[in-house]
C-alpha cells in the first residue's frame, strides 16, 4: 500500500500559475499527476520516472514541470500560464511498472495507488 496526500490546489486567474505536492509514502517506478474535469474522463497529465525523465501530454507541454524529491518524498508539478480549461480536480498516481510498460503512459488504469485529488480552479 502506498499512501499520496496531495496539497497545493485553489484558484488562479487565466496566465497565472499553482504548484502542488504529492507526499507519498514511498516512491515507485512510475509516478504521475492525472486530472479529471466534470463530466469528462480522467486524463494524464505528467509523469516521472525513478531517473527523473518525464513526459508531458500534449495539452500541458511547455506549461507545466513534473518533479520530485527524493528525500522528502514529495512529487510536484508546477503549473504555469494556467487555462480556464486547467480547471479539473487533479491526482497523484504511482505504480511499480515503469512508465511507459503497457505501451502508454497516461492510462489511469495502468496506476494502481491514487491520492485523493486537490482541487484546481482557473478564471476571471
Known amino acids: 500500500q502506498v499512501n499520496l496526500v496531495e496539497s497545493g490546489g485553489g484558484s488562479a486567474q487565466p496566465g497565472g500559475s499553482l504548484t502542488l505536492s504529492c507526499a507519498a509514502s514511498e516512491f515507485t517506478a512510475c509516478m504521475g499527476w492525472f486530472r479529471q474535469a466534470p463530466g469528462k474522463e480522467r486524463e494524464g497529465v505528467a509523469v516521472?520516472?525513478?531517473?527523473?525523465?518525464?513526459r508531458y501530454d500534449d495539452p500541458v507541454q511547455g506549461r507545466f514541470t513534473i518533479s520530485k524529491d527524493d528525500a522528502k518524498n514529495i512529487l510536484y508539478l508546477q503549473m504555469n500560464s494556467l487555462k480556464p480549461e486547467d480547471t479539473a480536480m487533479y491526482y497523484c498516481?504511482?505504480?511499480?511498472?515503469?512508465?511507459?510498460?503497457?505501451?502508454?503512459?497516461?492510462?489511469?488504469?495502468?496506476?494502481?495507488?491514487w491520492g485523493h485529488g486537490t482541487q484546481v480552479t482557473v478564471s476571471s
Open positions: 498516481a504511482v505504480d511499480f511498472t515503469s512508465c511507459g510498460h503497457y505501451g502508454t503512459y497516461f492510462d489511469p488504469e495502468t496506476f494502481i495507488y
Open positions: 516521472i520516472d525513478r531517473d527523473g525523465r518525464t
